[in-house]
C-alpha cells in the first residue's frame, strides 16, 4: 500500500530493453491525448499507456497526423499489457509523436473509464494498491454521474497519491479527504445532506478576505502536450458591479469538454464571486470532514449548513476545531462571457461555432482536422435539423438558436452516430 | 480623534468615544465601536500601504454589520478632519471579543 504523501508507483521505461530514457509510463482515462515512448530499439514500437485501451484514433508527428501505424495490445517481458502504436517506418528522430485515444477500460464493467470516481478509484485501489472498495466511492459516483461529468487524461508524472487524486477533484470542483465519508465529494455546489449537528456556542471566529473573491472565471481544458486548448469564461456581473473585477484562472487539465468546464466554472463561479466566510468553530462533537453542521452561532455573521473543510482534534480534550466555508448574499447570476473558438481536440468530432449576422455557423470536423460532410446535425434541446456542406458546415438563425449549451446528434454519411456538445455564446 | 469611514449602502462612521461627534458627517451612519488603530505601513518598497482597524464585538456588534462584507469598499481614516489613509478593506475578522479590519490602499 503506498502512503496518500509519497509518490505514485508508476512503472519506468527501465523495466524494457529498448527504453530511450527512464520515464514514468502513463496510464491514460477517457479521452486523452499523450506523448508516446520508445518501446523498442528499431524506434518502430511506441508505447502509449501502461495497459490496454479502448482505443488510439490519431498519432501526430510534429503536429500532423502519421499515416501509417497501427495499434498493438502487447504483454511485455514482465508480463504486463501494453498499448502501443507501432510505425511501418520508425519515425525521424528528434520529432515530437503522440497520441490521442480513449484510455483504460474499466476491470469490472469493461466500460472506459470516464467517471471520476472510477478513475480515482483506479488511482487509489489499482496503482498505489490502498485496498480502496468501489464501493466507498459510490456516492461521489453517483453525483457526477448525476452531474454528467466526465473527466480524461493521463498520469505520467509520479506525483503524491495525494496530488494526483486531488488533481482530478480539483479539475472537476470537487475535494478529497481520506477522513472524509465517501472520500470525494462535488464541492462548491454537491447536494449535502442533512446537518449532524447544530453549533450555536463555543469558540468561533471568522475571517473574509478580498484575496478569495472570484468573479471573473476561465476555465482551461483540453490539455494536450501540457497546453490547454480550450476555454470558457464567466462572470458574475453583479458581483463585479459590487466588489470590482476580479478575475481567475481555473486550470482544468481533466476536463475535456466545453460542457464540462463550463459546469465546473459555474459551480465555483456561484461560490467564489461572493464573499467567503472562513469559519472556525469548536465542538465536542463526533463530525468528520464532509458532514454538514448547521451554524448558527452568536459570533459568526451567517447562519445555514456548510459542509466541514477541515477538523483538527484534540483527543484529550474531547475537542475538534472545524473549519467551514460560507459564502455571504445571493447566488449569483452567471454569463458566459467567451468560449475557445477552436474545436475541442479530444473529441472524436469537434465543433467550432461562429456568429456571423444572424446565423449561427457552426463547422464540425474530425479528430485529424477534416470536415465532417454531408452529415445530418440536430440540434436535441431545440429540435433544428441541418446537412453539413462540403465544408462541415451547418447554419442555423440567431434567432431560433440563442445562447446556451446545447448537444448536436450527429449522424455521418458512414452512419456513425456522433453527440458534441456545443456552447453558443 | 480619528474616524473610520466605510463608502457603502449605507456609508459607516466607526469612532471611538463622543469627543469625535463633531468630527462625523451628518445623515451618515455612526457606530462607537472604533477600539484602535495600528501603525500605517508604507514605504517604497511595498506593493500596498496598510493599516489595520480594531473595531469591538463584545456584543456581536460588527457580526451583525458585517454579515454582508465591505470587500472592497473604499474606507479612510480621518483624523482631526484630515484623511491620514485612503484605500479599501481588503479582510474582516471577527471573534467574541473584536472585529479586525485589515485596509490597504
Known amino acids: 500500500m503506498t502512503a496518500l504523501g509519497m509518490p505514485l508507483p508508476l512503472r519506468q521505461t527501465t523495466a524494457w530493453g529498448g527504453y530511450r530514457e527512464a520515464r514514468p509510463i502513463p496510464h491514460r482515462y477517457g479521452a486523452c491525448s499523450g506523448e508516446l515512448l520508445q518501446y523498442n530499439d528499431s524506434r518502430t514500437e511506441f508505447c502509449w499507456a501502461d495497459h490496454p485501451v479502448q482505443g488510439i484514433d490519431a498519432v501526430i508527428v510534429n503536429g500532423q497526423p502519421a499515416g501509417e501505424w497501427e495499434r498493438r495490445t502487447v504483454t511485455d517481458v514482465t508480463g504486463r499489457p501494453l498499448s502501443l502504436v507501432v510505425f511501418g517506418q520508425p519515425p525521424d528522430e528528434g520529432v515530437s509523436i503522440l497520441a490521442r485515444g480513449r484510455g483504460k477500460l474499466h476491470p469490472v464493467t469493461g466500460a472506459l473509464m470516464t467517471n471520476p470516481a472510477d478513475v480515482i478509484w483506479d488511482v487509489l485501489a489499482n496503482i498505489a494498491g490502498r485496498g480502496t472498495p468501489p464501493s466507498e466511492l459510490s ?9 454528467n461529468l466526465e473527466v480524461g487524461g493521463s498520469i505520467e508524472v509520479a506525483d503524491s497519491v495525494q496530488s494526483v487524486v486531488r488533481g482530478i477533484c480539483t479539475s472537476i470542483g470537487a475535494t478529497f479527504c481520506s477522513d472524509q465519508e465517501g472520500l470525494c465529494r462535488l464541492w462548491p455546489g454537491g447536494v449535502d445532506a442533512a446537518p449532524r449537528a ?63 468546464a463550463f459546469d465546473v466554472g459555474q459551480r465555483i463561479l456561484r461560490q467564489r464571486a461572493r464573499p467567503q466566510w472562513r469559519i472556525t468553530l469548536q465542538t465536542k462533537r463526533a463530525v468528520r470532514v464532509g458532514h454538514v453542521v448547521q451554524v448558527d452561532h452568536p459570533v459568526v455573521p451567517i447562519v445555514g449548513a456548510y459542509p466541514i473543510m477541515s477538523r483538527s482534534y484534540e483527543p484529550v480534550t474531547g475537542t475538534a476545531t472545524l473549519g467551514v466555508t460560507a459564502p455571504a448574499g445571493e447566488i449569483p447570476v452567471v454569463r458566459l462571457v467567451r468560449q475557445s473558438s477552436a474545436y475541442d481536440p479530444l473529441q472524436y468530432t469537434g465543433a467550432g461555432v461562429a456568429t456571423s449576422g444572424t446565423d449561427r455557423v457552426i463547422t464540425l470536423t474530425n479528430a485529424d482536422g477534416t470536415p465532417v460532410a454531408d452529415a445530418r446535425v440536430s440540434v436535441r434541446e431545440l429540435g433544428l435539423v441541418a446537412q453539413s456542406d462540403a465544408a462541415g458546415r451547418v447554419v442555423f438563425p440567431a434567432i431560433q438558436m440563442p445562447a446556451g449549451s446545447f448537444t448536436l446528434d450527429v449522424t455521418t454519411l458512414a452512419g456513425d452516430v456522433l453527440e458534441v456538445p456545443i456552447l453558443i455564446v | 480623534m480619528i474616524v473610520l469611514r466605510i463608502e457603502g449602502n449605507p456609508t459607516r462612521q466607526f469612532y471611538g468615544n463622543a469627543s469625535a461627534l463633531a468630527d462625523l458627517e451628518a445623515g451618515v451612519a455612526r457606530h462607537e465601536l472604533l477600539v484602535g488603530v495600528g501603525p500605517i505601513h508604507s514605504g517604497t518598497e511595498n506593493v500596498d500601504n496598510r493599516v489595520s482597524v480594531q473595531l469591538r464585538n463584545r456584543n456581536n456588534e460588527c457580526t451583525k454589520l458585517f454579515a454582508l462584507p465591505p470587500l472592497g469598499a473604499k474606507a479612510q481614516l480621518v483624523e482631526n478632519g484630515v484623511t491620514v489613509f485612503c484605500g479599501i478593506v481588503h479582510d474582516v475578522s471577527l471573534d467574541a471579543d473584536v472585529c479586525v479590519l485589515n485596509l490597504t490602499s
Not at chain 1, 456516492?139 to 452531474?147: G, K, M, P, Q
Not at chain 1, 473574509?208 to 480550450?230: C, H, K, M, W
Open chain 1, 139 to 147: 456516492e461521489f459516483r453517483v453525483a457526477c454521474a448525476r452531474a
Open chain 1, 198 to 260: 447544530t453549533i450555536r456556542d463555543g469558540t468561533a471566529g471568522a475571517t473574509v478576505t478580498l484575496d478569495d473573491l472570484a468573479n471573473d472565471i476561465t476555465v482551461q481544458f483540453g490539455y494536450e502536450d501540457a497546453s490547454p486548448r480550450g476555454s470558457v469564461q464567466l462572470e458574475a456581473p453583479d458581483y463585479i458591479a459590487l466588489h470590482g473585477r476580479r478575475p481567475s484562472v481555473v486550470e482544468a487539465p481533466w476536463v475535456t469538454s466545453a460542457r464540462v
